[in-house]
């Protein structure tokens, strides 16, 4: 089985910083792919960032130039630096990670359960 688990949400102000981290752990091969998503109230879920085991990475027009992802292979961890932040960015944040279990295995993805992250004065 596998776990994975998002932290570092909480309350900041507008234009502030935060870093959340995913990390995976379990039955794990190798991971592919780590994907950070976000859910508004009220909204529906929307990709917000991904990164491949090659290290590339690609962000939502939303938040370019805002957000950079990274990824420590060696601990099955991805991290979101969200700078500049701005209200319409409070959401859950939700990690989804791509999973190998064994060499030959097929990917499987596994969700986290989220962390909030509130963008107010």
């Known amino acids: 089985q596998v776990q994975v688990v998002e932290s570092g949400g909480g309350l900041v102000q507008p234009g502030g910083s935060v870093r959340l981290s995913c990390a995976a752990s379990g039955s794990i091969f190798s991971i592919d792919r780590m994907d950070w998503y976000r859910q508004a109230p009220a909204k529906q879920r929307e990709l917000v960032s991904t990164?491949?085991?090659?290290?590339?990475?690609n962000y939502a027009d939303f938040v370019k130039g805002r957000f950079s992802i990274s990824r420590d292979s060696a601990k099955n961890t991805a991290y979101l630096q969200m700078n500049s932040l701005k209200p319409e960015d409070t959401a859950v944040y939700y990690c989804n990670a791509y999973v190998r279990i064994a060499p030959a295995s097929p990917t499987y993805s596994y969700w986290g359960q989220g962390t909030q992250v509130t963008v107010s004065s």
């Open positions: 990164i491949r085991s090659g290290g590339f990475a």
